[in-house]
Nanobody, 125 residues
Framework: QVQLVESGGGLVQAGGSLRLSCAAS????????MGWFRQAPGKEREFVAR????????YYADSVKGRFTISRDNAKNTVWLQMNALNPEDTAVYYC??????????????????WGQGTQVTVSS
C-alpha cells in the first residue's frame, strides 16, 4: 500500500515555472514506477511523464517534452515534476500515481494503482 500526497501547485503566469512534489508513504516506494497525469476541466485525465524505479528511464508526453522534467529520490520517498515555460494549455489538476508495471511505456492510466488527491495548476495568459 502506498499513499501519495501532491503539493506545489498554484497560479503562475505564462512562461513561468512550478515544481510539483509527490510525497509517498508506505513500503517499497523505490520498487514502483511513478507517473504524473493531469486533467483539465471537461477533458480526460492524460499522461504527462513517468519515471522508473532506478531513475534512469523516463518518458514524457509530446506536449511537455523539453519543458517538464520528472525526477525522484527513493531515499526521500519523493518524486518531483519541474515544469518550465508553462502555457495556459497546461492548466489542470495534476496527479501523482504509482504503478507495478515496468515492461510497458507507462502512459496508460489503468496501469497505475495508487493515486494522489491532485494539485491544481493554473497558468494565466
Amino acid at each position: 500500500q502506498v499513499q501519495l500526497v501532491e503539493s506545489g501547485g498554484g497560479l503562475v503566469q505564462a512562461g513561468g515555472s512550478l515544481r510539483l512534489s509527490c510525497a509517498a508513504s508506505g513500503r517499497a516506494f523505490s520498487s514502483y514506477r511513478m507517473g504524473w497525469f493531469r486533467q483539465a476541466p471537461g477533458k480526460e485525465r492524460e499522461f504527462v511523464a513517468r519515471i522508473d524505479w532506478e531513475s534512469s528511464s523516463t518518458y514524457y508526453a509530446d506536449s511537455v517534452k523539453g519543458r517538464f522534467t520528472i525526477s525522484r529520490d527513493n531515499a526521500k520517498n519523493t518524486v518531483w515534476l519541474q515544469m518550465n515555460a508553462l502555457n495556459p494549455e497546461d492548466t489542470a489538476v495534476y496527479y501523482c500515481a504509482a504503478s507495478y508495471y515496468s515492461a510497458t511505456i507507462g502512459v496508460k492510466r489503468d496501469e497505475y494503482v495508487y493515486w494522489g488527491q491532485g494539485t491544481q495548476v493554473t497558468v494565466s495568459s
